[in-house]
């Protein structure tokens, strides 16, 4: 089990996260407090230079507004 800001997230919901700028992808995977998040177009910027997968700490992820 994972919490983002404070609340539980489940695999399928969207969360952002900071890497260069600000990006979204959906959470494929929740291992202890480490977030494997997915983006079909590929994820922007000079770390992730469009990989569609990235693991990210939840502690450093934000829930969704539009959700």
């Not at 995977?29 to 700490?57: C, M, Q, W």
């Amino acid at each position: 089990m994972a919490k983002v800001e404070g609340k539980e997230v489940k695999v399928g919901d969207i969360v952002g996260f900071k890497s260069d700028y600000e990006q979204y992808g959906e959470i494929i995977n929740i291992e202890k407090d480490s977030l494997t998040l997915y983006n079909p177009h590929g994820f922007g910027g000079y770390y992730l230079r469009y990989a569609t997968k990235t693991v990210e700490s939840a502690d450093k992820c934000w829930l969704d507004e539009k959700k």
